[in-house]
């Protein structure tokens, strides 16, 4: 069974930086797009970030070029730096992909989340 596990979320002051990692494992054959969600309390959840199999990035409108995204296919692996943080950036943040197991089985999976805080 594939799954995510995301790490490195914590409490920073504004202005400050965190690197959100997430690995994948299983039965994995192939990655596909790579995505950062977020969830702020009573809000939707929302796409922060997406890199595709060919290492094109998009980013959410309010990244404004504070965060980065990338991949390492050989790890199963993808990160999100974040920079430059403010209190509105504080949520549940997931990591999300495409992936084909193996079995050749495609399927859309979700990490369950890391709780990102910034506060003074």
């Known amino acids: 069974q594939v799954q995510l596990v995301e790490s490195g979320g914590g409490l920073v002051q504004p202005g400050g930086s965190l690197r959100l990692s997430c690995f994948a494992s299983?039965?994995?054959?192939?990655?596909?797009?790579v995505r950062w969600y977020r969830q702020a309390p009573r809000k939707q959840r929302e796409l922060v970030a997406e890199?595709?199999?060919?290492?094109?990035?998009n980013y959410a409108d309010f990244v404004k070029g504070r965060f980065a995204i990338s991949r390492d296919d050989a790890k199963h692996s993808m990160s999100l730096e974040l920079a430059m943080l403010e209190p509105d950036d504080t949520a549940v943040y997931y990591c999300?992909?495409?992936?084909?197991?193996?079995?050749?089985?495609?399927?859309?999976?979700w990490g369950h989340g890391t709780q990102v805080t910034v506060s003074s």
């Open positions: 299983g039965p994995i054959s192939m990655l596909g797009n």
């Open positions: 999300n992909c495409d992936a084909v197991t193996i079995g050749g089985i495609p399927a859309e999976y």
């Open positions: 890199i595709t199999t060919g290492g094109r990035t």
